[in-house]
């Protein structure tokens, strides 16, 4: 039985061509190698980010150690911060460290205030229905020691697309910082740093940079260098030595993407994932997290009527060869908006190495564990376009 990867989110299987062996070749390399495919990689990133210049890139070793570092250094008692309530595991243990929730009773550290998100995933600016229009919704959550916004771009979730650019538009209007999380869309929708007015940009090297998730790091405009460190960002902020091997494998993963084409890349994922839901939406049983095929990454949840996630996770496995995820995805806030709480999704994440046929595999396989279940009546026959 042959295995069908649909796990690309949270491990790349495969990377791209010729990530796997530059990593290998990197325990040769000599330091003044490595620093040259370091420039050259923030050159690259600078580049896709659209961001203030290659100077600006600075490496952690994961997201996740990024947007530790950025909130951590950024914030200090009696700070305020906006957070969208799609946020991951890593920014609400950074901020429960520092601080706290506002208005839970506590004192002193930092305080968040989430601002909303709908049954999709995606951010309430304003609610019609109250006479509300612009940023109505999030005005009213700003108070006068409010320093910045925090928003995840993509939910690693749902795979909804979040309104990076219009929250950033708000937060210009009054001053704030905005740091966006990018590790889900980095190469799979186009980013504008610069244009957008972004203060910090936290990537992955994973998922749509088809290199490591043990690489990442964040970009940071000139107001946010200076106050994390300025001159000394880098020396501050980077391990030393970088870790050659991520550093090679990202380095040959834009290589990767420059001969496929991002627009290739991403179109593919695109693809993968609209062919699914368009499937899949006809399933009895099946129940679809966020949006349509629009307005999201090759990402999708679900959870259905005849199976718990862990058990679909492990029949999919056994007695398919497809692998997913099931679980909280590290992200245990966005399923208390989802509504998915606490008993997560089955996620299925897509890329440009993902085929028409193993879509069309996972889709059987969901009918043939629905037919069998006594849990699902009226089960539909299987599913056409």
């Known amino acids: 039985m042959d295995t069908i990867y649909m796990n690309q989110l949270a491990s790349l299987v495969p990377k791209g061509e010729g990530v796997e062996e530059a990593m290998a070749a990197a325990s040769a390399m000599d330091i003044a190698d490595i620093q040259k495919m370091a420039d050259e990689t923030r050159a690259e990133l600078n580049k896709l980010f659209h961001g203030p210049g290659a100077e600006s890139v600075v490496f952690t070793p994961g997201v996740g150690a990024a947007l530790d570092a950025v909130i951590r250094a950024l914030f200090k008692d009696g700070d305020h911060v906006l957070i969208s309530s799609m946020e991951s595991d890593d920014v609400m243990n950074a901020l429960n460290v520092i601080g706290h929730e506002a208005d839970n009773g506590a004192s002193g550290g930092v305080e968040y205030t989430r601002i909303p998100c709908n049954e999709k995933g995606q951010l309430v600016l304003f609610d019609p229905l109250k006479g509300e229009k612009g940023f109505d919704a999030v005005e009213k959550l700003l108070r006068p020691n409010t320093k910045a916004v925090i928003v995840n771009h993509a939910s690693e979730v749902s795979g909804t697309i979040l309104q990076a650019k219009e929250i950033a538009e708000f937060a210009r209007r009054h001053g704030l910082l905005v740091i966006v999380n990018v590790a889900q869309t980095a190469g799979c929708v186009p980013i504008f740093m610069n244009i957008w007015g972004v203060d910090v940009l936290t990537f992955s090297g994973g998922y749509g940079l088809y290199a490591t998730e043990k690489i990442g790091g964040f970009v940071a405009s000139e107001r946010a260098a200076a106050l994390l460190g300025g001159a000394d960002m880098r ?117 440009y190495f993902n085929t028409e046929e193993e879509v069309e595999k996972l889709t059987q396989a969901l009918w043939q564990l629905t037919v069998r279940s006594d849990k699902v009546s009226d089960v539909k026959r299987m599913p056409k376009e």
């Open 235 to 351: 020396a501050k902020f980077e391990q030393d030595p970088l870790d050659a091997a991520a550093v090679a494998g990202l380095h040959r993963a834009f290589k990767f993407i420059e001969e496929k084409t991002l627009h290739t890349l991403s179109s593919m994922g695109r693809q993968r994932v609209e062919q699914f839901i368009r499937k899949i939406q006809h399933v009895n049983g099946v129940h679809i997290i966020g949006p349509g095929y629009k307005d999201r990454i090759p990402v999708i949840s679900i959870q259905t009527d005849f199976m718990e996630e862990t058990e679909l996770e492990e029949a999919l496995k056994n007695e398919y060869g497809i692998i997913i995820q099931s679980g909280l995805h590290h992200a245990e806030e966005a399923h208390k908006t989802l509504g998915t709480y606490p008993r997560g999704t089955a996620r299925f994440s897509f890329n």
